[in-house]
């Protein structure tokens, strides 16, 4: 059984206040979209409370775990840490937590870079990560309002949103993000 007090719990000890903020954020937008679109409102704000719990761990450390729980995949993982802080915390919640629901797990493991077949769940905390409403940037309500209209058209937005970013300011795109875009492309027909 989730218990919603100890994922609030856990971030509040975990985060500083400002990515506590944006992490209440992600679930105050998550239980809402959940609740639009047929989709367990609790299990949506415990898999957002949680989804950063690894971002504040030094880089060097995040990698020395990663590589220790065997979650580096692709040699994208370990030029860019940036994207491990979903895996690891993942792992520790299985692991550590005794957090059971896969889909849950996934949720959190993939909320930086998508990934193919991606479930309500997972296209929820991916998508709300990226617009919760502490977030503010040119045409955040167009997909906000995607979202709301359809889970699976706003998370595609999303992900394009992201894509041009990353192309803008000249970053590389991991290639789980391709896959992720591929997919849903290909899902929406
Ligand atoms: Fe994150
Ligand atoms: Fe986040």
Redo the contacts with the bound molecule.
Sequence with gaps: MLDVRVALDLAARSLSPGRFRHTLGVAALAEELASKHGIDPLKAKYAALV??LA?EIPTVQQVKLARRWNLLVYPEDEANPAVL??PLAAYWLAHCVGVKDEDLLAAVAH??LGVPQMSQLEMLIYSA?LVEPNRNFPRVDNLRKALYHSLEEGTLACVEHTLQYLEDSNRPVHPLTHLAHEDLRRRQG
């Design positions: 989804h950063d971002k802080h979903g909320h930086t990560d």
